[in-house]
């Protein structure tokens, strides 16, 4: 019998399968990756133990996908409960990776178990820990091994991957990388490599296909290399096929020239790759740190809310957190908040964002060509073509960062995520505040204003990344003063006032009822949040698009004082534990 696999704890349960005193009838098998184990519903009459490699614990999610909700490590037990309970399996075991697999049959389990008793003991121990553990994928356990395959010809797939390797290195975590080498290796080895390291990287060239086809069974996540400045392939490459009959997610990382200023084509890529999610690498030292990120968990999302002029402060946000060092990986927004989540992630620096922002927002009236208000106060061609203006015919997947925005889908009722299409387009959905701007139709879908039904979508953004999430609220302040509604003032004093600049009383009603969420969505959208910032932004009414230097230092001031009472870095507060005692607990 196969004695325990290097690393793998001496315990009673170890000793039942392994090692000399083994019970007898013990069967090894080897799991290649992506086969299931047993499947829901099938009679437990096998107790299973993990010598090598990893299973995925997958219960059906909704609409009958499958959701992984736990991962089982070596040295642990697969269909425990079910066994003992004497009932059908709840779940579907999956190999997530070529595994090597010891089974006992449930009579000789039981009859072992009564001259051991410590054995059950340690069962009763371990069904109690994972009844308690949450069944949502955040408790399925962090990914560990990612594979990098190039599709493009001139990509130094091992090159990248060291490059990667390093960074995480160099932010304190442990890594591996392995090459075509590792196509003749055993199950055990690839364990043994991955107990002893935060993350492995396997890296896969253009001609190296078996061993790109390997790499997809042995990996959680799989990242294809492709070149920016080539043409999208017509299909998807060999591997690609490969990783979705794996049930395997994949992303795509685009290698773009360094003096490129923005890329192009970047949808046709995603779409003929099935990719997930996309990523452009131009400089190698900071884009490499933010792939570095993505795989430690440690990437840093920012989601901007809306609030009519008051989204200014994300601006100052912004800025102290460049100041501050901390890096933006992801940007997400609704409404206003989208506008200025989306300058971010087209590569705007500070003083570009605030000189774009002035010159469409804050110079004059952006709500200023009124019409009779058939569909809206507003005909919003002013607002169209400051967009257009400031993000040209740019399509979202060819900025530099990822970046999302939300409207809200009065055919559905639903919130609608934008994540391809021209930006200029999305962001004019998301801004279409009711009443005030007319909706934009897509297909047979009537969009507004994002902040309707999702004003801060930190719970998308949660679900985009493994890392913190930094939320930045700027709807929760008092939004009208009751007396200017109770007594309005009269046509003549409004238009002697200048207040008719700002547009009519009636707008910030419309404003505040569009990004005024219920406490629960409230509650919700903070709970998401790892850093939360809340600026005070007293003083700015929603409709005064010319208070754009208060807001800005509300926002700024805010931010300093949030990263002020951080105990660590910000990027690694989803981390367990300190990355110096326990990387990863």
Request: proline share 7%.
């Amino acid at each position: 019998m196969k004695g325990p696999a290097p690393g793998q704890s001496d315990s009673a349960l170890s000793r039942l399968f392994t090692g000399p005193h083994a019970a007898k009838g013990v069967v090894w098998f080897s799991l290649p990756g992506g086969r299931p184990l047993y499947r829901a519903g099938q009679p437990a009459d096998t107790l299973y133990f993990v010598r090598a490699g990893r299973l995925g614990v997958v219960r059906d999610g909704p609409g009958g996908a499958g959701e992984l909700v736990g991962v089982i490590k070596p040295g642990e037990p697969a269909g425990e409960m079910a066994l003992i309970a004497g009932t059908p399996h709840s779940a579907t075991v999956t190999a997530l990776r070529d595994s090597e697999i010891l089974a006992l049959s449930r009579q000789t389990f039981f009859t072992e178990a009564r001259k051991h008793p410590d054995v059950m003991a340690e069962l009763a121990r371990l069904m109690i820990l994972r009844a308690r553990q949450p069944q949502t994928r955040s408790g399925a356990g962090r990914p560990t091994v990612f594979g990098f395959v190039a599709v493009s010809g001139g990509v130094d797939a091992r090159g990248f991957v060291q490059a990667v390797a390093q960074s995480a290195m160099d932010q304190g975590f442990s890594a591996a990388v392995i090459g075509a080498e590792g196509a003749h290796q055993t199950t055990e080895w690839f364990s043994r490599i991955e107990q002893a390291n935060d993350v492995v990287l396997l890296s896969a060239e253009p001609d190296e296909t078996d061993w790109a086809h390997l790499c997809a069974r042995q990996v959680d996540r799989l990242f294809l290399l492709g070149r920016g400045d080539q043409p999208a392939p017509k299909a998807p490459a060999s591997v690609v096929r490969a990783a979705a009959q794996l049930q395997r997610q994949t992303d795509l990382i685009l290698i773009q020239p360094p003096e490129a200023i923005r890329p192009t084509g970047s949808e046709a890529w995603v779409e003929s790759q099935h990719a997930i999610r996309h990523f452009h690498v131009r400089r190698m030292g900071r884009d490499i740190d933010r792939i570095a990120r993505i795989l430690t968990g440690t990437s840093v999302g920012l989601a901007l809310s809306g609030g009519g002029a008051r989204a200014y402060a994300h601006v100052g946000v912004i800025r102290a957190l460049r100041e501050a060092g901390h890096p933006i990986d992801f940007v997400a927004g609704a409404s206003m908040g989208a506008v200025v989540a989306a300058g971010y992630a087209a590569g705007w620096d500070d003083q570009e964002i605030s000189d774009r922002i002035r010159a469409a927002f804050v110079t004059s009236n952006p709500l200023g060509d009124l019409t009779f208000p058939m569909v809206a106060m507003t005909r919003g061609l002013t607002v169209k073509a400051r967009l257009k203006q400031h993000f040209g015919d740019v399509d979202i997947g060819d900025l530099w960062l990822p970046f999302l925005c939300t409207s809200s889908n009065l055919t559905t009722a639903e919130t609608f995520q934008h994540r391809k299409g021209k930006v200029r387009r999305a962001l004019r959905a998301s801004v279409a505040l009711p009443g005030i701007l007319p909706p934009v139709v897509m297909g047979d879908d009537v969009l507004v204003d994002g902040a309707v039904m999702c004003n801060l979508p930190t719970e998308l953004m949660r679900s985009w990344h493994r890392g913190p999430v930094v939320g930045v609220d700027v709807a929760v302040a008092e939004g009208l003063n009751a007396q200017d509604i109770a007594r309005p003032p009269s046509i003549l004093r409004w238009l002697a006032s200048g207040e008719w600049r700002h547009g009519p009383p009636i707008v910030s009603i419309l404003i505040r009822a569009a990004t005024a969420p219920t406490q629960k969505e409230t509650a919700m959208a903070h709970e998401a949040c790892d850093l939360l910032i809340v600026p005070r932004i007293e003083g700015v009414e929603l409709r005064d698009w010319r208070a754009f230097e208060p807001a800005v230092a509300a926002g700024h001031q805010a931010a300093r004082l949030a990263l002020d009472r951080l105990d660590r870095p910000l990027a690694r507060l989803r981390l367990p534990v300190p990355v110096d005692d326990e990387m990863f607990g």
